[in-house]
Each structure stands twice: as C-alpha cells, then as structure tokens.
C-alpha cells in the first residue's frame, strides 16, 4: 500500500492569510494525485485532480502542484468558508489511500 | 444533478451482519465505478471497496476482505455493500462515492451524505 503523510496536521491562520499543505507519498506515483475539503458532518468535497488541475466550480484561489512523491495545496487568500480539513489521495494504485488529514482553523 | 443517497446503516453487534445501499441518480450508472469510503469517529478517510461499472470486477481493503461484499444493480441504480462479521472497528460513516470518469486511476467526484454503522454490544 501507498501511505500519504500529510503536514501540518493541523495549521491556524487568519482570513486573508496564504496557507499551505504538503502531502508526501511513500512511493512515486506522478501526478495521480487529488485533494478534498471536507467540513464537519459533511462527505469530502473534490478539490483538484491530476495534482494541479481545478475541479468545476472550484475557486481560484485554491491550486495544487508536485509530482512523484511531494506535492502542495495552496490557498492563497484563506476565506472564512474555508476553514475546513483537507485530504489528499493517490489514485495511482489500489488500496486508493488518503492522507491522515490538515485541519485548517481560525486563528 | 448527480445524486448518491446511503441508506441502511444502524447499530449491530460484533459478529453481525449490516447491508449498506446507495442509490445512484444524474448519471449512467453502469458507465462509472462506484467506491465505499468509511471515516471512523474523528478519524481520516479510508477507502473500503470499489467495483468496476459493469460490476465484473471488485476491489477491497485488506481490513475488510473475505468479510465485506460489494454489489450493484444497474437496473435499480444502486450500490450495496453487505458487512458480514462486523468488528468494533468497522464502526464508520460510511459514504459511497462515484469515479470521476471511466477507467483508472481515478479520483471522486461526487459523494453520498453518509450512513452510520454503529458495531456494539
């Protein structure tokens, strides 16, 4: 199995802020590579596929990048309905693994 | 509008069984792989199960393999996934999760509410 090690586990910031999380795979797997929001109580939402590119309807201020085994999320400009955890997978082989999650809070 | 709506999950004993369905609708169910992804309490996302869209070929995690069996019906548009021998940790929101397109790799775009598997004496 492909383990993701995602950091921080948990990061403050405030509005306005540019936040940043790192995902490493455990092994290279190119660019198969997504990121999810999930707020509480609520079912993971797709974020970016394919390590950079923006799912429909997405905002722009949210981008991806990396390749092989260390890839980023950025959000450049941290709004209020952002505050969320964030999940990266690979999709490069089964078992489809998930970072253990970022949670990103109000400072 | 894509739609995957979870019923049947609740509260069993370990060694119990549990059938989760999810109902597909906005799209050609048969034409994409479904997925079951279940979150623990204040835990991250694991992957639990996946099946191909014309449902020929299954996939599971090794924590659930030879106990837990994954189906669909393309003429109802439902997914189901039966849990046999139940485990205090197979306890989960368990969501089920549609492919972004056909073919591997793949990412999901689109997920159900959740349903509660509760496994306790």
């Known amino acids: 199995d492909i383990q993701m090690t995602q950091s921080p586990s948990s990061v403050s910031a405030f509005v306005g802020d540019r936040v940043t999380i790192t995902c490493r795979a455990g092994q290279g797997i190119s660019s198969w590579l997504a990121w999810y929001q999930q707020k509480p109580g609520k079912a993971p939402n797709l974020l970016i596929y394919?390590?950079?590119t923006l799912q429909s309807g997405v905002p722009s201020r949210f981008s991806g990048s990396g390749s092989g085994t260390d890839f980023t999320l950025t959000i450049s400009s941290l709004q209020p309905e952002d505050f969320a955890t964030y999940y990266c997978q690979q999709a490069y082989s089964l078992p489809r693994t998930f970072g253990q999650g970022t949670k990103v809070e109000i400072k | 509008e894509v739609q995957l709506l979870e019923s049947g999950g609740g509260l069993v004993q370990p060694g119990g069984s549990l059938r989760l369905s999810c109902a597909a609708s906005?799209?050609?169910?048969?034409?994409?792989?479904m997925s079951w992804v279940r979150q623990g309490p204040g835990k991250g996302l694991e992957w639990v199960s996946a099946i191909s869209g014309s449902g020929d070929s299954t996939y599971y995690a090794d924590s659930v393999k030879g106990r837990f069996t994954l189906s669909r019906d393309s003429s109802k548009n439902t997914l189901y996934l039966q849990m046999n021998s139940l485990r205090a940790e197979d306890t989960a929101v368990y969501f089920c999760?549609?492919?972004?397109?056909?073919?591997?790799?793949?990412?999901?775009?689109?997920w159900g509410q959740g349903t509660l598997v509760t496994v306790s004496s």
């Open positions: 906005g799209f050609t169910f048969s034409s994409y792989a």
């Open positions: 394919a390590a950079s």
């Open positions: 999760a549609k492919d972004q397109r056909k073919g591997a790799p793949n990412y999901f775009d689109y």
